[in-house]
């Protein structure tokens, strides 16, 4: 990690978001695991720096849901259940149906294809869905998080509300969180996972709700589906 160079508060606010952005990877990769406990001053010792951006990182990370604090233990990770996945897409699927609302009713951001940066980042969210398929497809999940998180975070800017794509990333980082938790003792994941994203950037392309809508219910109750499954052993 990056020492501190120029500006104090530039420099600590860099620090808590990388140090923020690196646990958050520890936890999808299922490093972290759940119930783990740390300190604030182990993972300053870890990857030395100073208590303070730690502290301010793992506050975040609290807020965000990924952890949970203990004001005698420091930090846990924290532990999804089913019911708490089953939340997590009704949440993320009410965030959806909003996205298409805004297409069937005009949304001038999604709407003007015609405008070539908008032909443009459309373009560029199918060729991340394309890598997120291939991933899926190959049971890589680690590959798959990453794609899949910077796809749903570039499809949602689309419709130019900043709040919306900020919620649903923080939905879906949570919904990643969850699954990684219950798949972490799987094998061979191949075929398993769902790789339906550009079926869905084509279907808002052509402004087609109702196949975007079908899209997401499949791809809603695959997921569910996969964690039930899971859990039951």
């Given at each position: ?20 952005d690196a646990l958050r990877d520890e936890v999808l ?205």
């Amino acid at each position: 990690m990056p020492g501190p160079s120029g500006n104090g508060a530039v420099t600590r606010s860099t620090l808590r978001q990388q140090i923020a952005d690196a646990l958050r990877d520890e936890v999808l990769a299922g490093r972290l695991q759940p119930g783990q406990e740390f300190t604030v001053k182990e993972i300053a010792d870890q990857y030395g720096v100073s208590a303070t951006p730690v502290r301010e990182a793992l506050v975040d990370l609290s807020a965000q849901g990924l952890l949970e604090a203990d004001q005698h233990r420091g930090f846990r990770v924290h532990q999804y259940s089913v019911e708490d996945f089953r939340g997590i897409v009704e949440a993320r699927g009410l965030v959806t149906e909003g996205m298409f609302h805004a297409l069937e009713s005009g949304h001038k951001r999604f709407r003007d294809l015609s405008d070539p940066r908008v032909a443009a980042a459309v373009a560029a969210v199918r060729r991340r869905g394309e890598e997120a398929q291939r991933a899926a497809d190959a049971g890589d999940l680690a590959v798959l998080i990453g794609y899949d998180l910077r796809f749903w975070r570039e499809l949602s800017a689309l419709f130019g509300n900043p709040y919306l794509v900020d919620f649903l990333h923080r939905l879906r980082v949570q919904s990643w969180v969850c699954a990684v938790q219950h798949l972490r003792h799987q094998g061979d994941l191949r075929g398993r996972l769902w790789s339906g994203h550009t079926r869905l950037v084509d279907a808002l392309a052509q402004y087609d709700t109702t196949v975007a809508r079908a899209i997401v219910e499949e791809y809603n109750a695959h997921s569910l589906v996969l964690i039930e499954r899971q859990a039951e052993g």
